[in-house]
């Protein structure tokens, strides 16, 4: 296990402002799953995971879904075989079957899979072309600690069906809450963090950018996700392709610089060495399940959610396209 100061960097275009009468329904998920002050810090690189090697250092989940959707997730092996991971010089593919015709009720092979590594704190920069997306599909990019909820986790990238706005949340134990004392380019949904209540539906924050998720990130070139974790809190920020800092992209993040983040959970009311330790990362993506599922019809999609995953020509974009995450510790 490392532990160790993380930042997520990952690259989003904030869009500050949209009409909150048309936010979405909040997640509700049965999941066992500062300030904008520049201040003085500096970061090093600690892990890489790109290119041919992208999957040497994390670990496949082979368990049933804990959020009840209709995958059957695929270990290493059996997903390379099947053709829903592959890797370049500079890219990793994580896709949902897309090929195979399936009986109703059948589960379609996908993939989860999570950081061999774990962190209290620190810096990840996630860099993707395109995200899984579509009727039926539920991606998410987070990270989760021990004993679920009680080590927390953090919703980085998260959206269902052919929704374009990102939702990001925080699950925690009892206690947690999210302040609006800083200022953010989100739009809070929901403060109570503690997934035991109101359905797990946590502490939410929407992205009001339509290139913060699904078709529009891939349309815009994709985008880089910034999250950091320290004795601060939490903060993330999402850029566009077209607005990456150079910073990130030279390798020498400079968070002080990137103006406020599109998500924050600040530690006067939710102390990350409480609530968020341990942190392991993980990609995966469902189908249907307890929030994609539930939210089906109302999200303009045809038939059933059922009826919609027995076909492989639904699925056709239904692919994590990742060319790097980055890990950096964290010194002042």
Not at 37 to 44: C, E, G, I, Q, Y
Not at 287 to 316: E, H, I, R
Request: hydrophobic share 35%; charged share 15%; aromatic share 8%.
């Amino acid at each position: 296990m490392l532990s160790r100061t993380l930042v997520l960097g990952l690259a989003l275009l904030a869009v500050a402002s949209e009409d909150t009468s048309e936010l979405p329904a909040v997640k509700k998920v049965r999941r066992n799953k500062r300030s904008c002050t520049a201040r003085s810090s500096n970061f090093t690189l600690t892990d890489k995971f790109q290119g041919t090697n992208f999957f040497d250092d994390w670990d496949f989940f082979t368990e049933s879904d804990p959020t009840h959707g209709l995958v059957n997730y695929l270990g290493a092996s059996d997903a390379l075989n099947a053709g829903l991971i592959s890797t370049t010089a500079s890219q990793a593919t994580m896709k949902v079957d897309d090929t195979t015709s399936l009986a109703s009720g059948q589960r379609r092979s996908s993939v989860r899979i999570s950081t061999k590594k774990s962190f209290d704190s620190g810096l990840i920069i996630l860099d993707i072309d395109a995200m899984p997306h579509g009727c039926a599909i539920w991606p998410a990019f987070w990270t989760v600690g021990p004993n679920w909820p009680n080590g927390g986790e953090i919703d980085i990238i998260e959206s269902v069906n052919d929704a374009t706005n990102n939702q990001m949340t925080l699950h925690t134990g009892a206690g947690c809450t999210q302040s609006n004392n800083n200022a953010i380019l989100g739009q809070v949904l929901t403060t109570t963090c503690d997934a035991n209540v109101n359905e797990n539906s946590g502490c939410g924050i929407h992205d009001p950018s339509s290139t913060s998720s699904g078709a529009g990130l891939a349309q815009a070139g994709g985008a880089v996700f910034a999250t950091i974790l320290d004795e601060s809190g939490v903060k993330i920020w999402r850029f566009d392709r077209s607005n990456v800092p150079a910073d990130i992209n030279n390798g020498n993040p400079s968070p002080g610089t990137w103006g406020p983040p599109v998500a924050q959970w600040s530690s006067g009311t939710c102390n990350p060495s409480q609530f968020i330790v341990e942190q392991q990362i993980v990609f995966d993506i469902t189908l249907c399940g307890d929030w994609a599922g539930s939210v089906y019809g109302s999200s303009g999609c045809p038939g059933t959610c059922q009826s919609q995953v027995m076909d492989p020509n639904n699925f056709k974009t239904g692919a994590w396209v990742v060319n790097y995450v980055a890990v950096y510790s964290e010194s002042s």
